[in-house]
Each structure stands twice: as structure tokens, then as C-alpha cells.
């Protein structure tokens, strides 16, 4: 199983990415966390992404699928994988399709959980509230001014890419403002079916 996993911040990805992890026995791979693990061992591609991050640079899209390139070689993701974090853009899509299609490999399933954002954000509100009121420190991209920005971010990058991937058939979505156990339940049936596909 090769998932990715789309949707706006807050909108319960992380909880449901861990339920498939469970689910499926797959790693979960975050861009952040590839990152950081390729430059602590100095592989080529963490050697450049590190000389990059140093003079303050973006990682360029090349270097961020060498790296999740060399990642699902590794045993563990032999089976599969959920990506969380890539791709952001249509372009990192397309690359990731092509490096996939190199290793005669293609991705199993891209859900998408839609989500109201107006509710989002009154859900986020709500949340810091509640934070504050038990007198702990409400972290900066809790408050619902930043998380309006990074609404408009994801919108404006990664929303595209619910166009380029149901285009491609792909694109599988799934209420993401039920209750979380019924998203698991409705991510699942969309997911075990597919499972039996590969397994095949």
C-alpha cells in the first residue's frame, strides 16, 4: 500500500495517518523527518539539502524526491508507504510519479479528507481558548489568524493537486468533519478493498 494522505491543516491527518500505519504495518514518511534523518547520515542527497538549508535556501523538489527516493528503499517501506508532507505541489507530483514509474512502482491510493474551513477555524478557536483557559501557552500556529494563513497557503499550493490527482482517477475523498472514528472507518473502506487489489 502506497498512500498519500491530503487535506488542510487541522483537518485530522496526523490521528488518521497513524491509524493506517496501525491498520496496514507501514511507515509513515514525513518530508521533515527525511530530511533531517538524510543529513544526520550524510548520504549525497542529505549532503546537499544540508549545504542548501545552511544558506537559508528552500530544498529544491529534485532534492526532496532523491530523498524520499532513497528512503523507500529501505526495508521497512518495502510493503509500502503513507506519505505525509509530499507532495505540496503539482510539480513535486509529477516528479514523484516519474520516480515511482523508474522503480516500477505506482501509488495505491491518494484520500483526500475535506473538511469545512469555517468550521476548521472555529474548531482551532475553540481549541486555543480551552488552552488558555487552563493557563498553559497557546502555541503560535494554534491562534486562528495564523491558521487562516496556512489555509490560504495549503489552498493555493497543495489544493491543485486534488485537480491533478483526480484527473489521474486517483483521487479518493472522505468527509473529514464526522466523528474521527467514523473517518477512520470510511478512510478504511476505501483502503482494505485496494489492499486486496495489490495483494493479488
Known amino acids: 500500500m502506497r ?17 493506517i ?8 514518511l514525513s518530508t521533515g523527518d527525511m530530511l533531517r534523518a538524510a543529513v544526520a547520515a550524510g548520504t549525497p542527497v542529505g549532503l546537499e539539502a544540508k549545504a542548501i538549508m545552511e544558506s537559508g535556501g528552500l530544498v529544491p523538489d529534485a532534492v526532496v524526491v532523491g ?16 506519505l505525509d508532507g509530499f507532495p505540496r505541489t503539482v510539480e513535486q507530483a509529477g516528479a514523484l510519479d516519474r520516480m515511482l514509474t ?8 491518494v484520500t483526500e479528507l475535506k473538511v469545512d474551513e469555517d468550521a476548521l477555524v472555529g474548531r482551532i478557536a475553540k481549541r486555543a481558548a480551552e488552552t488558555a483557559a487552563r493557563g498553559q501557552p497557546v ?3 494554534d491562534t486562528p489568524e495564523v491558521f487562516k494563513q496556512r489555509l490560504e497557503a495549503y489552498r493555493r499550493q497543495t489544493a491543485p493537486l486534488s485537480a491533478y490527482y483526480a484527473e489521474a482517477g ?9 466523528p474521527i472514528d467514523t473517518v477512520t472507518a470510511d478512510l478504511m473502506a476505501v483502503l482494505e478493498p485496494l489492499e486486496e487489489t495489490a495483494a493479488s
Do not use: N, W, Y
Open 3 to 19: 498512500i498519500i494522505l491530503l487535506g488542510p491543516p487541522g483537518a485530522g491527518k496526523g490521528t488518521q495517518s497513524e491509524r
Open 21 to 28: 500505519v496501525a491498520r496496514f504495518g507501514i511507515p509513515q
Open 67 to 82: 530523498i524520499v527516493a532513497d528512503r523507500i528503499e529501505q526495508a521497512d517501506a518495502r510493503g509500502g508507504f503513507i
Open 102 to 109: 523508474e522503480k516500477g512502482l505506482r501509488l495505491s491510493a
Open 139 to 141: 502555541r503560535k500556529d
Open 170 to 178: 486517483m483521487l479518493r475523498t472522505v468527509d473529514g468533519m464526522k
